[in-house]
């Protein structure tokens, strides 16, 4: 049996009071798996809330962020460093198509990755395709073409295959490629029993407790 990462990304949802009832709903039906690991990226603000959450009820899941400043630290206003989010985080997403739209760069996604290793934290590294740089230090890589995010038209999970593993052969520290693209808990199986797919990132269907744990049983 492979091992399988399974990640939400809030995006930018939830405030304090949403993330209580998540997890208290979640909680209820979550059943974790041997092999799976469930990793949750909140908005930062509810991070401690999920982490200290997670920690007092003893929940088997891991909390990342959606993202990390390219900075040490500083004089960077609103920025939040990998050593910051490292008192929480055993993950982080990195360069997401939403964030490259906003301008960052394969040369920011470079430094990320830097300071994430730096600070014991996984860079998960999205690309659109397999021609997207890889910065040494990446093990996981989520492929995630735009077309299929936020829009219920998941790619095939043929396509989704041939893409993970020409990232994997053209980048040999990759351990781990990861599906994402509305991924529902009807979908999801059919990823990751691909041979290269060893997980997804799921944005929309993890907001729901109950469709996220679904995710999780079936995967
Ligand atoms: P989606 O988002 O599951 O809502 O398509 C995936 C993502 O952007 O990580």
Not at 30 to 48: K, S
Not at 54 to 69: A, D
């Amino acid at each position: 049996m492979k091992n399988l990462l399974i990640v939400a990304n809030w995006k930018e949802n939830k405030n304090q009071e949403e993330t209580a009832v998540f997890l208290s709903d979640f909680s209820k039906t979550y059943e974790a798996r041997p092999n799976v690991t469930v990793v949750i990226c909140p908005p930062y603000l509810v991070v401690p809330e999920v982490w200290d959450f997670i920690k007092s009820n003893n929940i088997q899941i891991e909390v990342g962020v959606q993202n990390i400043s390219k900075f040490e630290e500083g004089a960077h206003t609103g920025e939040i460093s990998a050593r910051e989010a490292s008192e929480f985080a055993r993950f982080a997403i990195i360069g997401h198509s939403e964030r490259r739209a906003l301008g960052e760069t394969d040369e920011d996604v470079k430094k990320k990755v830097e300071l994430a290793v730096k600070n014991n934290i996984e860079p998960i590294v999205c690309a659109v395709n397999e021609s997207v740089p890889i910065p040494s230090g990446t093990k996981i890589v989520a492929y995630e073409p735009v077309e299929a995010i936020g829009t219920g038209n998941p790619d095939t999970p043929e396509n989704a295959e041939s893409i993970a593993k020409a990232i994997k052969s053209k980048n040999n520290q990759v351990q781990s490629t990861l599906y994402g693209g509305s991924v529902t808990a009807e979908n999801v199986r059919k990823f990751t029993q691909m041979q290269n797919i060893d997980g997804v990132l799921v944005g929309g269907a993890s907001l729901d407790p109950i469709e996220f744990s679904s995710i999780i049983k079936q995967c």
